[in-house]
């Protein structure tokens, strides 16, 4: 798994700056359009659009996915959910 520092700009929901991608698949780290991931201030599901701009994943987006990619997605998101939980205290 690797990372890199990213000009996304901020989460269209919650508004905190994102600036990091991380990929915990593979080593590829150049998004694409299409491309999903995930806040991981508020664990809103996000999408790259065609101008690698983050906006929120559609269902539609979600559907596109193969059965073992969506899984992954709920599992990381649910893991940065249950984070930010433990460190509010909620």
């Known amino acids: 798994m690797k990372s890199k520092h990213i000009e996304a700009g901020p ?8 600036d990091g991608l991380t990929n915990p698949v593979d080593d590829d780290l150049d998004q694409q359009p299409g491309d999903v ?8 599901i996000l999408v790259f659009n065609e101008n690698l701009e ?5 269902d539609e987006n979600l559907e596109e996915l193969d059965e073992d990619s969506r899984v992954l997605i709920f599992a990381i998101r649910e893991a940065i ?9 909620n």
Not at 11 to 18: D, V, W
Not at 54 to 58: F, R, T, W
């Open 11 to 18: 989460c269209p929901t919650c508004g905190k700056k994102l």
């Open 37 to 44: 991931s995930i806040c991981f201030h508020c664990g809103t």
């Open 54 to 58: 983050l906006v929120p994943c559609s």
């Open 81 to 89: 959910l249950a984070q930010r939980n433990n460190r509010t205290g």
